[in-house]
């Protein structure tokens, strides 16, 4: 049985960001994750997902200048020192929450070796430190219809990188979403990458809906995660078509 977290920087965008945790629990999750918990404070953030019962199991790290197009500096040259004060920072947030992994965005850029080799350099800065205060580091590849000129945008590009890191707690996000845009194959390619994953995200393909709204076959999908072995969480990060509850008859199923 896949164990599904609720995204809560997509989902019930008709509440405040604090207010989702709670409306999660109501809807039958017993885990969530967010993008950027950022524009709030770290207490106030981990009071929230323990009033409502809630683990959280992912967020992402500080992701640069956001309203000016950034998203993520890691793959940057010059910006190391401010990856190393997001790294910090990040784990200000993520360890009152509880929360046991954070995915690192790479950032747009060109894929040359200048890049590769800040992004491989930053991220095992990143490992290393994670590694002392027991998280786990993820990298996720973005299909260039969601972000242009992203640096990351295939699974084996991704696995390239974390094979240059060489550290253990270095995984791979799989966004089922992205991956299906840019290279399909799903099913095989989740099984032969399985012991390199360590979370899954969903959204149906072409809108970002919720399955079911799409081409993905989540019921076969869902179930494939569970034939392989897989036990991590299936982040649902996606924009709901219309009321988000509504939208979760899909889950039922899934859900306690």
């Known amino acids: ?42 207490d106030e953030v981990a009071q929230r997902a323990r009033a409502a019962r809630v683990e959280v199991v992912l967020h992402n790290l500080p992701a640069g200048d956001m309203a000016r197009g950034e998203r993520g500096i890691a793959s940057l040259p010059g910006r190391e020192a401010e990856f190393r004060d997001a790294v910090e920072r990040g784990i200000a947030y993520a360890k009152p929450a509880g929360c046991p992994r954070m995915n690192c ?3 747009i850029a060109p894929t040359d070796t200048i890049h590769f080799e800040t992004l491989v350099s930053n991220l095992r800065h990143a490992a290393r430190r994670f590694a002392e205060v027991g998280l786990e580091l993820l990298i996720e590849p973005i299909s260039t219809r969601a ?24 995984r791979l996000q799989y966004d089922a979403f992205h991956m299906q845009i840019m290279e399909g194959d799903l099913a095989f390619t989740l099984e032969r990458l399985r012991a390199r994953i360590g979370h899954v995200q969903i959204a149906d393909v072409p809108g970002r809906h919720e399955p079911g709204s799409g081409e993905i076959n989540y019921a076969f999908l869902l179930a494939h995660l569970d034939a392989i072995g897989y036990s991590g969480w299936v982040g649902c990060e996606y924009n ?8 979760l008859k899909w889950a039922r199923p899934y859900l306690s």
């Not at 945008?153 to 240059?164: E, F, G, K, M, P």
Request: proline share 6%; no cysteine.
């Open 147 to 170: 972000v242009p000129g992203f640096f990351l945008t295939r699974s084996a590009q991704a696995i390239d990188v974390l094979n240059a890191v060489g550290e253990s707690n270095a």
């Open 105 to 107: 965005l790479a950032g």
């Open 240 to 247: 709901p078509a219309g009321d988000t509850l509504e939208g």
């Open 1 to 42: 049985m896949p164990k599904l977290a609720a995204n809560l920087s997509m989902l019930f965008p008709q509440l405040e960001f604090l207010e989702r945790f709670a409306a999660a629990r109501a809807a039958g999750f017993r885990y969530v994750e967010y993008q950027f918990p950022y524009a709030w404070s770290a």
